[in-house]
């Protein structure tokens, strides 16, 4: 049981590049979560998944897109990535969307854009 | 203004002291409080949650909820070196029906000095 995954670990972009990250969970749990973390913000909601097939925005969604083929996966995507768009990206996951409910983050992905 | 604020520190405390950590909000909302506790490099993983106003205790840590002053604390007694990690206080439950969604502090770094 690996709980949250995420790939890649790092990685380092140009401005106008893109790419993907992935979430995996093996815990079969409904809800999917993307956030962002930068010195002095906390952790912000990017976009978040309440089923399979269905996405929604959150607190920053502006300049990325997420989808949900699958059950156990999230991708978070970057069509034209900027320096501003430099974090540290987690993923999480969670069996009910409620405030009581644990949500299980994964390892992170430190990515910079150049 | 963010709408909950957290002093991140660095807080540094010799081993056995007693550490206090502090969250103050702006939405009355909010019902529902969380401690998450992330080790340097690792994603964030829930340590205590509470409900509405008043104490949890959970072996040496305490959670307390003031919502007349819109302030949460976290009490860490006999603090260890395994201790030393970012604490985020995050809330929900604004009432519009999303509890799902977490609103964090900017997180709080604890260091334990043997």
């Known amino acids: 049981n690996a709980g949250v995954t995420q790939t890649p670990k790092f990685r380092v972009l140009k401005t106008g590049q893109s790419m993907t990250l992935l979430c995996a969970q093996d815990?079969?749990?409904?809800?999917m979560y993307w956030y962002r973390q930068d010195p002095g913000m906390g952790l912000r909601l990017i976009h978040y998944?309440?089923?399979?097939?269905?996405?929604a925005k959150g607190e920053v969604p502006d300049g990325y897109n997420v989808s949900r083929l699958k059950k156990q996966n999230f991708l978070l995507g970057l069509e034209s990535a900027a320096p501003s768009q430099t974090s540290v990206y987690f993923c999480?996951?969670?069996?009910?969307?409620?405030?009581?409910?644990?949500?299980?983050f994964g390892p992170g992905t430190r990515l910079t854009v150049l | 203004q963010k709408e909950v604020e957290q002093d991140p520190g660095p807080l540094s405390v010799p081993e056995g002291a007693i550490v206090s950590l502090n969250c103050t909000y702006s939405?009355?909302?909010?019902?529902?409080f969380m401690w998450y506790r992330q080790y340097s490099r690792k994603g964030p993983e829930l340590l205590m949650y509470?409900?509405?106003?008043g104490n949890k205790e959970d072996g040496r840590f305490t959670a307390q909820v003031d919502k007349s002053s819109k302030y949460i604390s976290l009490f860490i007694r006999d603090s260890q070196p395994s201790d030393s990690a970012t604490y985020l206080c995050?809330?929900?439950?604004?009432?519009?029906?999303?509890?799902?969604?977490?609103?964090f502090g900017q997180g709080t770094t604890l260091q334990v000095k043997p």
């Open positions: 939405n009355s909302a909010f019902q529902y």
């Open positions: 509470t409900y509405s106003s």
């Open positions: 815990m079969n749990h409904e809800y």
């Open positions: 998944s309440v089923g399979e097939g269905t996405t």
């Open positions: 999480a996951s969670s069996v009910e969307f409620q405030s009581t409910d644990t949500q299980y």
């Open positions: 995050a809330m929900s439950g604004d009432g519009s029906g999303n509890t799902g969604k977490l609103i």
